[in-house]
């Protein structure tokens, strides 16, 4: 069975700009999480979609957003970066809700805002 | 601010050696998951604990959910090169996992 899959893996933008980043999430998995990495901050939640709709939310601006398709694949968008946006976006796909399946996570895409 | 604390941050040990690292927090959780992250790929889930004072082990990974379930500990005997990655533990509330910042964990041959 195929891993969770993102898409890009790198990505270099300038502040100002927006992004939008892929998951594929492992077949027949219906929940997709979103995590931001960062060395002082850690792991931070942003938000989890389950059939097309967002069902939690962390604590990010508006600048941060998502959106599932019917397939159960991600975007994230994130508009006006900044310098502090630099980091690993991790997804996460499980089953049913996230906290009570087993999460599995992707490779992540390493973004840098210059 | 962390709403899990993990200790020591780094660790760097000899092959054979053992190691304890400790994830603790003010907030109860519902239950408590370890990850360990190796370079350029995504976190591993290597165990959840439920009930407070559960102990749980996974070949040479003993881990330990506090009685109040507030705190977690991950103890690995005998540590070999393979163990070396970023330890990561999250509590789960209400659907969502917070998790800590992470132990480097460095075993040397």
């Known amino acids: 069975k195929a891993g969770v899959t993102q898409t890009p893996r790198y990505l270099i933008k300038t502040r100002g700009q927006q992004v939008t980043l892929s998951c594929s999430p492992i077949s027949g998995h219906r929940s997709v999480s979103w995590y931001q990495q960062t060395p002082g901050q850690g792991l931070q939640f942003l938000f989890e979609y389950f059939s097309e709709t967002q069902r939690n939310k962390g604590n990010f601006p508006g600048r941060f957003s998502g959106r599932q398709f019917s397939n159960s694949r991600s975007e994230m968008n994130v508009s006006t970066l900044e310098l502090g946006d630099s980091a690993l976006y991790l997804c996460a796909s499980s089953l049913d809700r996230a906290g009570l399946e087993t999460q599995y996570f992707g490779p992540g895409t390493r973004l840098l805002v210059l | 601010t962390q709403l899990l604390e993990q200790s020591p941050q780094f660790l760097s040990i000899q092959e054979g050696e053992n190691l304890t690292v400790y994830c603790n927090s003010s907030?109860?959780?519902?239950?408590l998951q370890w990850y360990r992250q190796e370079p350029g790929e995504g976190p591993v889930l290597l165990v959840t604990?439920?009930?407070?004072?559960e102990v749980k082990k996974l070949k040479r990974l003993t881990f330990q959910f506090g009685d109040a379930r507030k705190d977690s500990s991950l103890h690995i005997t005998a540590a070999q090169p393979g163990d070396t990655g970023l330890y990561l533990c999250a509590g789960e509330n209400d659907y969502k996992l917070s998790f800590g910042a992470g132990t480097t964990v460095t075993v040397r041959a």
């Open positions: 907030s109860v959780f519902s239950s």
């Open positions: 604990v439920v009930t407070g004072g």
